[in-house]
């Protein structure tokens, strides 16, 4: 089985702090995605990556990075967290063109 | 503009009644379309994969239905049960692999 392994499931974090949210693939596939979801917007890619090293912009990249320093893990990086960033944010991978396999999802609250 | 629209919005009906969820979309150049189960508080699971020549597929008691001609889908579950009470989202996938998501819909199966 595919197993997308996010690393917290709920995180309480204050206004300004950086925060780290890490995610990581068992199944050595090439493309991962971070997306967040908000009730009424759907899922809203924020940033993915084809490549070891490769990142590029989804549709919301504004207050995020990533970084992909291995295959099988892509981490999304706030670096001074806002209010307006709390949401549930949901990592996925996948091989070329195949499905997605998505992550549990972690709930930010910033406060 | 890519669009997916999903209807309705929520949906509460009994335990062992047919429903039949919607998906309008205006996403080009199409590759195929995907409905998600997601469980409150967890990643969407894929439920059916359709590409453009295929007008139905089934997966257990959930069949989803595609008109390529008119951008339409929908997805039905027969006989519902209670485990069935979660988000269910389309999904649109252009020919370049980007992914446009509906919004979803919030189906509550009650007892």
């Known amino acids: 089985d595919v197993k997308v392994t996010q690393s917290s499931r709920y995180l309480v974090k204050r206004t300004g702090e950086k925060v780290f949210l890490e995610c990581v693939q068992d199944?050595?596939?090439?493309?991962m995605f971070w997306y967040r979801q908000d009730p009424g917007l759907g899922l809203r890619l924020i940033y993915f990556?084809?490549?070891?090293?490769?990142?590029e912009k989804g549709d919301i990249p504004e207050g995020y990075s990533v970084s992909r320093e291995k295959k099988e893990r892509f981490s999304l990086i706030l670096e001074s967290a806002s209010t307006n960033q709390t949401s549930m944010y949901l990592c996925?991978?996948?091989?070329?063109?195949?499905?997605?396999?998505f992550g549990q999802g972690t709930r930010l609250t910033v406060v | 503009k890519n669009q997916v629209e999903q209807s309705p919005q929520s949906l509460i009906i009994l335990e062992g009644k047919n429903c039949t969820l919607q998906?309008?979309?205006?996403?080009?150049?199409?590759?195929?379309l995907r409905w998600y189960k997601q469980d409150t508080g967890r990643g969407p699971v894929s439920l059916t994969i359709?590409?453009?020549s295929e007008n139905t597929k089934s997966n257990g008691r959930y069949t989803a239905t595609l008109d390529a001609d008119t951008k339409q889908s929908s997805l039905h579950i027969t006989a519902s049960q209670l485990s069935d009470s979660a988000s269910y989202i389309c999904?649109?996938?252009?020919?370049?692999?980007?992914?446009?998501w509906g919004a979803g819909t919030k189906l509550i199966i009650k007892p």
């Open positions: 990556s084809y490549d070891v090293k490769m990142k």
């Open positions: 996925a991978s996948s091989s070329q063109n195949t499905e997605a396999f």
């Open positions: 999904v649109v996938v252009r020919s370049n692999y980007q992914l446009i």
């Open positions: 199944m050595d596939h090439e493309n």
């Open positions: 998906c309008n979309y205006t996403v080009s150049p199409f590759s195929n």
């Open positions: 359709m590409t453009f």
